[in-house]
């Protein structure tokens, strides 16, 4: 039984792996996928397979897709999970909007691995982002997630190679860091930072933020 209880208009981290901490992205294609999921799920509607004949991945992104059950305002994929960061805006819309997600990825994935069963682990985790403190470290600690792909223990032993670190980041396409950042994509369609507090009113406060996120650990 999950403890918390999601309340409209209110934050949350939502995060989860895959079964025995498998890798759930395998290819490019498969993260292109779960982003175009992103969007397309964020719907009141439901999906239909036949939204994806016919028409490339990118395409999807101008598919009239209905009202959205949630806010979304980060996300990042990692190889074996992922992180969201949500605002509940209609009433039980994060839990619809991930069991949508989850389950239309896991059709695909299944599918095209010749498996069954599961791909993620139980219920997903949650966390309330009650404080405006932590809500704004959050933006933060979800892009640079990906820093642990190159260097794994860079927050306690610091930065190996800063410029590299940045270099990977700028190239990173699996999370919201580049909508942030600037960079105009069909991506960016997935966001919903109006609904969010306005803590980056520029791509420099952004860049500004993650650069003394990133120094604590430069060495």
């Known amino acids: 039984m999950r403890k918390t209880i999601f309340a409209l208009n209110e934050y949350y981290h939502c995060y989860n792996r895959g079964t025995d901490k498998r890798k759930i992205f395998l290819t490019e ?21 036949s939204n994806f004949e016919a028409k490339s991945l990118i395409e999807l992104f101008d598919v009239e897709r209905g009202e959205p059950l949630v806010a979304i305002g980060a996300y990042c994929l990692m190889p074996n999970h992922f992180h969201f960061l949500l605002k509940e805006i209609r009433k039980g819309g994060i839990s619809l909007f991930i069991q949508k997600l989850t389950i239309a990825y896991t059709m695909y994935f299944n599918k095209k691995s010749h498996r069954t069963g599961s791909l993620f682990e139980g219920t997903f985790k949650v966390e309330h ?17 990906p820093v642990k792909l190159i260097d794994p223990k860079w927050k306690e032993n610091g930065l190996k190679n800063y410029k590299k670190t940045r270099e990977f980041l700028d190239n990173y396409k699996y999370s919201s860091y580049l909508d942030y950042a600037g960079v105009e994509r069909p991506q960016n369609k997935i966001l919903n930072k109006n609904k969010f507090p306005e803590y980056f009113e520029t791509t420099k406060d952004f860049e500004t933020e993650i650069f003394e996120w990133l120094s604590y650990g430069k060495t």
């Open 29 to 49: 294609k498969d993260y292109l996928r779960f982003v175009v999921l992103l969007y397309v799920c964020n719907s009141t509607k439901p999906i239909h397979i």
């Open 129 to 145: 982002a009650d404080e405006d403190k932590y809500l704004k470290y959050l933006f933060s600690y979800i892009h640079l997630n």
